[in-house]
């Protein structure tokens, strides 16, 4: 019953915050629905459960629609000025464009760190071999074979 009741509290505390938010700063809200719609799709398309994709088109997608967010509170707060910044194209390759370079980014690191990380391995390996060349000329050959097992000659030795 508790549990029902602050779930019924926040919901309308959310709600106020929405209305007041679309009352108060509509403009603003215009331009950052439609301007962050590919963060919105990326959302709904990455299905993962960390939701990287969604990150790094969010990221970028930010970075594209901030300038224009900042002309319209540092101008004429309106919803004309809104529409203004939507209508036009240029504004829209950018937020758009700073979206697709963040699907870009979100496809190409991920193989160039796994081919980075498997050279530093393959380099890990061999200066491991070389200090193992180094061991087996020092020490002998002895020192590169497994040691024997005691514990199977012990239970043979009592059976």
């Not at 990326?42 to 594209?64: H, P, Q």
Request: proline share 5%; charged share 15%; net charge positive.
């Amino acid at each position: 019953m508790a549990q029902s009741k602050a779930r019924g509290f926040i919901v309308i505390w959310v709600s106020v915050g929405v209305v007041a938010l679309l009352v108060l700063a509509l403009p603003t809200v215009f331009v950052a629905f439609f301007g962050m719609a590919p963060t919105l799709v990326a959302f709904i398309v990455d299905r993962s459960r960390e939701k990287y994709a969604t990150l790094s088109v969010a990221g970028l997608n930010g970075c594209g629609v901030f300038p224009y967010l900042l002309d319209l509170w540092t101008g004429s707060h309106t919803i004309n000025q809104a529409i203004s910044i939507m209508t036009d194209p240029f504004s829209l390759i950018i937020m758009y464009g700073a979206a697709g370079f963040g699907w870009m980014m979100f496809i190409t690191v991920p193989p160039v760190v796994t081919s980075f990380l498997g050279v530093m391995a393959q380099k890990k390996v061999s200066s491991l071999r070389a200090q193992q060349r180094k061991l087996i000329e020092e020490w002998g050959e002895s020192v590169a074979r497994p040691p024997e097992r005691k514990t199977a000659v012990a239970a043979n030795d009592r059976a």
